[in-house]
């Protein structure tokens, strides 16, 4: 069975296929073989969370899944949140209120602010949110912003 | 990382068909595996996916037992509305797990067969004197552990779920290393008609029973019965984030923890 086979899956509501090996990562799949290079790659090792995607709705980091096991999933990266040129209410609101500085983690960082919202509601503390921030790790910054952000990002999510 | 065939079998019976060729190893979540494969520190020559052997996923009570399948994710049991009511305290563990990223995706089984020995769920198979049903046996949760990332697994052995018995009281307090969010020192703490048992993770090469503490605390379970009860610090770990003293320190210290939580 060793050499490429063939995955199949749903990325950002479209069906993709691709040949890939038994070793190829779901981030090397998003990024290399369909292009989707908003899916960062930070630190390799599994704990930085820049490579946060939502497979099967749970978010996770796909720098430690593998394609194959994504036969048949439904993933969601970064580009899939916005609505056409409108982007997404907490894309927004880390816009607004500044919840970057050089940007590499932000689309780990809003994934997994997506999954929070998704998991424990539009009304977040300050608690929860840097609780669940955990697996995302950001050097610029020192989180103030970004924790602003994902609560102003879940409360627009309520009226969206 | 080294490549390797790769196989989703959709039944236990499959995987352990597929196992016995070659140098085959199961992935469950993959949350340590796909990471150590990445460093090249173990090469195998096909990867067996348990991830569509929905049979040992889930959760359910059956009779004085909470049974958890090997490959629910920690997310899963952290939320279970079930696990909150008749054993809170392995819903605690399972919620300071890693991170959330990493509770959607690891499972208990993956983390009971991979053995790190400062995981958190060894601490409540010995905590709690649960049962560990594999394919082939039933294994006893007091020789289930045997060291450093060591079980009682035979090769080709699949873990399908574990039984854990429902005690009175019980709590899991653990102190972590503030990078890795894994156990500098974990302790596992339950009383039960058979007695106390106190488990500790994080601070020896394997999980291990503090049985000087359980005596303690069978005789009164209060964490004032500890007082001048000491762990030697001979066979803990020493490394850069404790030395075995310190370690020695916090088992007492997070025992006591444990106990004042689970009253």
């Known amino acids: ?160 | 990382m080294y490549d390797f065939d790769y196989y989703k079998p959709a039944s236990v019976a499959e995987a352990a068909r597929l196992l016995a060729a070659g140098d085959s190893k199961l992935l469950a979540g993959g949350m340590s595996l796909i990471p150590s494969l990445k460093m090249r520190l173990n090469r195998y020559s096909a990867l067996v996916d348990l991830g569509a052997v929905l049979d040992i996923k889930g959760i359910r009570r059956d009779g004085n037992f909470l049974v958890i399948g090997a490959m629910t994710p920690h997310a899963v049991v952290a939320a279970s509305a079930e696990v909150r009511k008749i054993l809170p305290a392995i819903a605690s563990l399972a919620e300071g797990i890693g991170d959330p990223l990493v509770r959607n995706r690891g499972t208990m089984g993956g983390s009971m067969a991979n053995a790190d020995p400062a995981a958190d769920y060894p601490s409540a198979i010995l905590g709690l004197g649960a049962t560990v049903v594999t394919h082939l046996r039933q294994i006893a949760g007091d020789d289930f552990f045997k060291g450093v990332f060591e079980t009682a697994l035979q090769a080709g052995e699949i873990i399908k779920e574990v039984h854990f018995p429902i005690p009175q009281k019980a709590a899991y307090t653990k102190y972590r290393q503030p990078a890795s969010r894994f156990a500098l020192v974990g302790v596992f703490v339950s009383k039960s008609a058979d007695g106390v048992r106190v488990a500790v993770t994080g601070a020896a090469p394997s999980v291990f029973r503090f049985t000087a503490a359980e005596a303690a605390l069978a005789k009164r379970f209060d964490p004032a019965a500890l007082d001048g009860i000491t762990i030697k610090p001979d066979d803990l770990n020493s490394d850069i984030h404790a030395s075995a003293e310190y370690r020695a320190h916090c088992v007492v210290e997070i025992t006591r923890r444990a106990v004042l939580a689970a009253q």
Do not use: W
């Open chain 1, 1 to 160: 069975m060793s050499g490429t086979h063939k995955v199949s899956m749903t990325v950002n509501g479209k069906t993709v296929t691709g040949n890939v090996e038994g070793r190829t990562l779901l981030v090397q799949f998003l990024r290399e073989h369909l292009q989707l290079t908003g899916t960062h790659v930070g630190c390799d090792t599994s704990q930085c969370g820049c490579c946060t995607v939502h497979l099967n709705g749970n978010g996770v980091k796909s720098c430690a899944v593998l394609a194959l096991a994504c036969e048949d999933a439904n993933v969601v990266t970064i580009e899939g949140l916005a609505n056409g040129d409108k982007l997404h209410p907490m894309q927004e609101a880390f816009r607004e209120h500044h919840g970057l500085q050089c940007g590499y983690c932000t689309p780990g960082m809003i994934m997994s602010a997506v999954d929070m919202v998704n998991r424990n509601g539009f009304e977040l503390d300050e608690k929860t949110v840097r609780k669940h921030l955990e697996g995302n790790i950001c050097r610029c910054t020192g989180y103030h912003n970004i924790v602003l952000a994902v609560q102003a990002g879940a409360a627009a999510m309520k009226n969206s």
